[in-house]
């Protein structure tokens, strides 16, 4: 079998293995609705305008927390439960794991993110300014860039009791620094360039733009170029930093590598990145 047919082999099995559970449907699909009726009714007041004004931000916020608190976490309990020391007596590779666990949480992401959408606007009806298309390619490149980072933090976490701490670490500022979960441009202004600096600011900008603005997909092209130089660093970190076991102990050189790519990409981004057009009061 190819590389490529063992990894969707084990995506598959691992969407089944979703499907099947009870608890992953939920969080996937219900829980997110969570935020969305709280977001809506206490902060919209379920006016369809403002409930629109609102969406970039809660699936930007839907796609970090799955990302972190939902793949990463599933990666290092298949790593504790010992999934990958049996895949590692198997001609699977390591790059095969990584494939599949990415495609799996790619997937399933699209899953939850097109349902948030699609329970919101049967909900609201709120308004979209720019095309399905727009909002879609939006979507996906900030799909690529969490998913890669999300199982970033899996493969460095030991184990099921370090990886919440640093999830927190990483969650917390990108929801609360990027526009997500208050309006960016009620930021301070020193706030607002430390929010340059974090991939969900560029995924809520490019909402922002796709659904508000009704900005072309042309116009989106500085923040899905962001989120693909994002994707592009945490693939490159996966693949050096995958572990099959809790005890392997991560190679010095390999982190230290990873970790300065990562540094480069983020400052590089900060500095030549898209202007941030959500730093300025709308209307």
């Not at 190819?2 to 084990?10: I, K, R, Y």
């Not at 919209?44 to 609102?54: I, Q, S």
């Not at 959408?117 to 909002?135: D, L």
């Amino acid at each position: 079998m190819s590389a490529l047919g063992a990894a969707l082999a084990l995506t598959r099995s691992y969407l089944l293995e979703t499907a099947r559970s009870r608890t992953s449907l939920f969080f996937t699909l219900a829980f997110p609705q969570l935020f969305l009726f709280v977001f809506a009714f206490v902060f919209a007041g379920g006016r369809p305008n403002d409930v629109g004004y609102l969406m970039p931000g809660l699936l930007t916020l839907t796609t970090i927390t799955s990302s972190f608190f939902g793949y990463s976490m599933r990666l290092v309990a298949e790593r504790e439960r010992g999934a990958f020391r049996r895949l590692r007596v198997t001609p699977a590779t390591a790059g095969t794991v990584v494939a599949g666990n990415f495609l799996h949480a790619l997937a399933a992401l699209a899953v939850a993110l097109a349902f948030q959408f699609g329970v919101g606007w049967a909900a609201f009806r709120f308004p979209v300014a720019g095309s399905a298309v727009a909002v879609a390619a939006m979507l996906l490149a900030g799909a690529l860039a969490f998913v890669a980072l999300g199982l970033f933090v899996g493969c460095v976490s030991r184990d099921t009791r370090s990886a919440p701490a640093l999830t927190n670490l990483l969650v917390f500022p990108m929801m609360f620094l990027s526009g997500s979960a208050m309006p960016f441009f009620a930021l301070p202004g020193w706030i607002q360039q430390i929010g340059r600096f974090l991939p969900a600011t560029y995924l809520n900008e490019g909402l922002q733009r796709a659904m508000i603005q009704g900005r072309p997909l042309a116009d989106l092209a500085g923040p899905i170029a962001a989120l693909l130089a994002y994707t592009a660093v945490g693939l490159f970190l996966n693949a050096q930093l995958f572990r099959w076991e809790s005890t392997d102990r991560l190679p010095p050189r390999r982190l230290a590598i990873g970790l300065a790519a990562l540094a480069l990409v983020v400052v590089a981004i900060a500095l030549a990145g898209p202007e941030l057009t959500m730093a300025k009061r709308p209307g």
